[in-house]
């Protein structure tokens, strides 16, 4: 797959559930021109936000894209490409109760009918710029919350690191 857009994803918690966060930052592969965008919740769970996160970036594209996804959440990534396809064709249900953030599943389904997804894993907290700077973002939502300041943020500039192995179109 040829990319064109470049996108880093983290959702965290404080407490499990309690305030949470999601951030990306989105990165046009030709021109390195970049969005990075955060909101939150006062009371979320830690898989709520990394879902959020990955509908959000998806979400922001105006036009069905080609995507790198980078993401630290294994969860995510294994939702996203082993779990929902099955949890869709059953109604949205899974065996042994009921399924959890059916509405942001459903989210998520709707945007990835719209772009090309390949989805890689990044460890986390191991240098990776985009990793580390979704990171600080969603920790800065955090702590606004934590502050009753307004949790939302976003920002526009030229993404000034390499891009990942196989990411430059």
Known sequence: MSVEVVAYTD?????NPGPGAWAFVVIHAQTLQALERAG????????RMEIQAAVEVLRTLRRPSKVLLLSDSEHLIDVATKWMAGWKASGWKKRGGPLKNVDLLQDLDV??????????WVRGHSGDPGNTRVDEL??????RLSTSENPTYEKRFKWSHSLPPGARA
């Open 138 to 143: 969603a920790n800065l939502v955090m702590d």
């Open 11 to 15: 959702g965290g918690c404080r407490r």
């Open 40 to 47: 939150g919740n006062v009371e979320t769970t830690n898989n």
């Open 111 to 120: 945007q990835l009918c719209r772009h090309g997804v390949e989805w890689r």
